[in-house]
């Protein structure tokens, strides 16, 4: 695998990034001892591996289980999660006037 860096060359990918996006529930015994094998115990768990052929042959059996990023993909990820997280987002206002025919008396002529 190679990406073209900055100046318009090939560079070799030199890690990639590994997330468990499913469970092991319900899955093939093979492919819990591969995840298992890459480092992965927990559903949105993350780790790095180097990019070699054993760890893309694995990934090769798990893919519809894992998302698979460069080291740039995943900072780029990780920079917009942490944006989104630090946001502040406006209150939501729930109007219930499907339910306005009933009446609440207030607690002050009680």
């Known amino acids: ?3 073209l860096n900055g100046h318009g060359t090939k560079e ?3 890690s ?3 997330t468990l996006k499913r469970g092991f529930a319900g899955k093939k015994e093979t492919h819990i001892k591969t995840l298992q ?3 992965l115990k927990r559903r949105e ?3 790095e591996k180097p990019n070699n052929a054993s760890i893309r042959g694995a990934l090769a059996k798990v893919k519809h ?3 698979v990023e460069t080291d740039e ?3 780029a990820r990780m920079m917009l999660k942490r944006a989104k997280e630090t946001t502040v987002q406006p209150p939501v206002y729930v109007r219930h006037d499907s339910m306005s025919h009933i009446h609440v008396e207030s607690q002050d002529k009680l």
Do not use: D, E, P
């Open 37 to 39: 094998s890459l480092g």
């Open 12 to 14: 070799a990918i030199k």
């Open 16 to 18: 990639l990034f590994i």
């Open 73 to 75: 993909q995943y900072n």
């Open 1 to 3: 695998m190679a990406a």
């Open 65 to 67: 289980l894992v998302l």
């Open 45 to 47: 768990q993350c780790v």
